[in-house]
């Protein structure tokens, strides 16, 4: 399986910048990184992904390690309605799956 | 509006009965997901399709059943050989196997 490490939960100020680390020492030259973020009884939401590069859209950038067994999810300015839980995937190129973990829950202090 | 509509929102299992998860999508993706969700956990894949009339099995697979007869839908029988059946299952779809996945709103199943 292609595992992914992440923190259980972390708190940003709102309007501040978060940094939100992923580790995924086992991924292979092929494997994408995805981020997903999931609110309350809500389905996940697709925010992000990348292969080597950094990345950025209107939802955040991604910043990958140059060895690729780390990366980070950056949200310019907190708000109130990121709060959600986040998680990091790899999509195994050979396979057919995401495997989801438990995410990092992020609040954000008004 | 283009999306995947799963149905119903809330369900609830008698002991001993089959019940059936719709979910539906429009967005002409060749794949489609099914996933469980207990609190404070991340999502377990129960079962996938990546084209009609194909499907298999993930990790949790054991308890329940799917078919494939139309690209749009996807259903998911929980029967009663799944004892835990209680939890929040979430549907998706992607254009291939390959590709960014769009999830449903989700059905909360329990059990009376």
């Known amino acids: 399986d292609a595992k992914t490490t992440q923190p259980n939960s972390m708190e940003s100020n709102e309007e501040e910048p978060v940094h939100l680390p992923c580790n995924h020492s086992?991924?292979?030259?092929?494997?994408?990184i995805h981020w997903y973020r999931q609110l309350p009884s809500q389905g996940p939401e697709y925010v992000i992904h990348?292969?080597?590069s950094n990345v950025n859209n209107r939802m955040a950038s991604l910043a990958i390690a140059e060895d690729r067994k780390s990366s980070t999810l950056i949200l310019h300015r907190a708000t109130l309605r990121d709060a959600a839980v986040y998680y990091c995937?790899?999509?195994?190129?050979?396979?057919?799956?995401?495997?989801f973990g438990t995410g990092t829950s992020l609040t954000v202090i008004p | 509006d283009g999306g995947i509509t799963q149905s119903p929102k809330y369900l609830f299992r008698k002991e001993g009965q089959n019940v059936t998860l719709s979910c539906e999508q429009n967005?002409?993706?060749?794949?489609m997901y099914w996933y469980r969700q207990d609190p404070g956990q991340g999502l377990r894949l129960i079962y996938y399709?990546?084209?009609?009339?194909?499907?298999q099995k993930g990790d949790i697979a054991e308890g329940y059943s799917v078919s494939r007869e139309k690209k749009e839908s996807f259903p998911l029988t929980v029967t009663s050989a799944q004892k835990n059946p209680t939890a929040f299952y979430l549907c998706?779809?992607?254009?291939?196997?390959?590709?960014?996945?769009?999830f449903g709103a989700g059905t909360r199943l329990s059990v009376l």
């Open positions: 995937i790899l999509l195994v190129n050979t396979g057919n799956q995401f495997y």
């Open positions: 399709s990546q084209i009609v009339n194909d499907f």
């Open positions: 990348g292969l080597t």
């Open positions: 086992t991924i292979s030259g092929t494997d994408y």
């Open positions: 967005l002409n993706h060749d794949a």
């Open positions: 998706a779809s992607s254009m291939t196997t390959q590709n960014i996945q769009y």
